[in-house]
């Protein structure tokens, strides 16, 4: 199982990025999956998630407006628009997905997850 996270990079504060998440190894369309990121000398925290269909979404406090999360079931895969980037929002950024069926509960909790990406850099320069 599988979590190749990519589209990390270097922009300026304003800019946008689009992350995305492809899995392998198992099908995740039965499943909540999120975002995470963890910056220097910080914690992991929560970005955002959704659950297994995509009909409800969740957003941490600092990004709601400027993210958003979406997914493909079809194509195993999980997305993070983000808009309107800020030097704070420097961080590694994780995509997870939990192994529980139809279970959307603890959305925000990291240890809810199970299979993690290795991590995309996103760097915002003011």
């Known amino acids: 199982v599988q979590l190749q996270a990519s589209g990390g990079g270097l922009v300026q504060s304003g800019g946008s990025l689009r992350l995305s998440c492809a899995g392998s190894g198992r099908t995740f369309n039965r499943n909540k999956m999120g975002w995470f990121r963890q910056a220097p000398g910080k914690e992991r925290e929560f970005v955002a998630a959704?659950?297994?269909?995509?009909?409800?979404?969740y957003y941490s406090d600092s990004v709601r407006g400027r993210f958003t999360i979406s997914r493909d079931n079809a194509k195993n895969s999980l997305y993070l628009q983000m808009n309107s980037l800020k030097p704070e929002d420097t961080a590694a950024y994780y995509c997870?997905?939990?192994?529980?069926?139809?279970?959307?509960?603890?959305?925000?909790?990291?240890?809810?997850?199970?299979?993690w990406g290795q991590g995309t850099q996103v760097t915002v320069s003011s």
């Open positions: 997870a997905a939990d192994r529980t069926f139809y279970y959307s509960g603890e959305i925000f909790q990291a240890n809810e997850y199970d299979d």
């Open positions: 959704i659950t297994w269909n995509g009909e409800s979404t």
